[in-house]
């Protein structure tokens, strides 16, 4: 199978080419300006960007357990859907992925579907409960590159030394969800002033910063890495800023509606549920420095924090609803709407912040830029046409997103995973 990419814009992070790129079999084979071999699909690109495959580092599928919100299949479809070629599912199911058996299991089915390449996250601690750590070498060898028991940070530092003494001996990444539950106290929205005048149960920012700073404590004197995942607060920025001025081995990401939204969007819905997310959106300072710190390198990638619901689950008031919402099939727009179109990244830092850092964070090879003999995973976009979310379009099962009715720049035309096209439009 050949396919033939002619005139296309090519976009790594550090430069943007203009020239064809030919596919054959399930490699990039050749990169070069005006390419005639025969293809058995040749794909016009002229002013439409070619970028590598995008990774999510950040995604749950519900599976095992909540089928009914999303699973494997359907998931997987979302994702392709928004151009990612890899995506990685959080531990927190029902069961727990804390088990090589597990793990194993959804790389098998990942494979069996053939969409993109899902990997499991492993748990840190048996049933995600903080108690006793996993089998770090079963799991690794089963196929998880990282660990995290998202959803809770690790409570007690000592498991987190270990966990992080562990995940040395056994080259994995630690993930850390940064939140002190105890100072969070089921809270629903962030504490500010629209919380107080509201009544609304509420979580200080602190809760979020202060496990970055105990997190990045303990790396640094154990001189490993450790990742924090969709960080949210102007507090959480200047931590990790001066850490790694200090050469501590800590990377982030922060999510696209942390970039997007605030905490008065959250009142314009009239609370509505869908804006519900955890960590709590911010405010303007919060969103402002989220901004800064992408453009600075300080936050390293974006991912997407995919957190199907049911719609009766949704349809509860604000403070009993669940947290978080879908993201995958919006990412790439999201991004390019809020941050490319207002110039804070540049379309080469798409490339950086969705495919080159994430892959070097999370231990990946050969991908997240486009070469000759890479696997070819590519996703062809078209950046300036619009288009507007709407509910009927959703592929994922859950349809719970903040975005519906928004007008968004930038669509996905083409998914290509090893040399097959996975979605076109």
Known sequence: MKILIKNANLVNKDNINKADLLIQDDKIFKIGINISENADKVIEAKDKYVYPGFIDSHTHLRTPGREDEEDLLSGSQAAVKGGFTKIFCMPNTNPAIDNDGLATWIIEESRRIGLLDIYPVGAITQKREGKKLTEFNALKKSGCLCFSDDGSSVKDPLMLRKALEYAKMTDSLIIEHCEDNRISNKGAMRECFISS????????????????????????????????????????????????????????????????????????????????????????????????????????????????????????????????FIGLELAFSLINTYLVKKGTLNLKGIAEKLAFNPAKILGLTNCGEIKEGYPANLVVVDVDKKWTVAEEDIISKSKNTPFIGKELEGVIEFTIYKGKIVYKK
């Open 197 to 324: 005048k509201h009544g609304i149960s509420a979580i200080p920012d602190i809760a979020e910063s202060l496990i970055v700073d105990r997190d990045i404590q303990i790396a640094k004197y154990l001189d490993t890495k450790i990742h924090l995942t969709h960080i949210s607060t102007a507090k959480s920025i200047e931590i990790i800023r001066r850490a790694k001025s200090e050469g501590v081995k800590v990377t982030c990401e922060t999510c696209p509606h942390y970039f997007a939204l605030t905490v008065d969007d959250v009142v314009s819905s009239n609370f509505n549920s869908n804006f519900k997310v955890n960590p709590p959106l911010g405010d303007k300072n919060d969103l402002e420095a989220i901004k800064k710190a992408l453009k600075e390198g300080v936050i390293d990638c974006i991912s997407t924090d995919h957190a199907p619901h049911s719609q009766s689950e949704k349809e509860l008031p604000f403070e009993y609803a669940p947290f978080g």
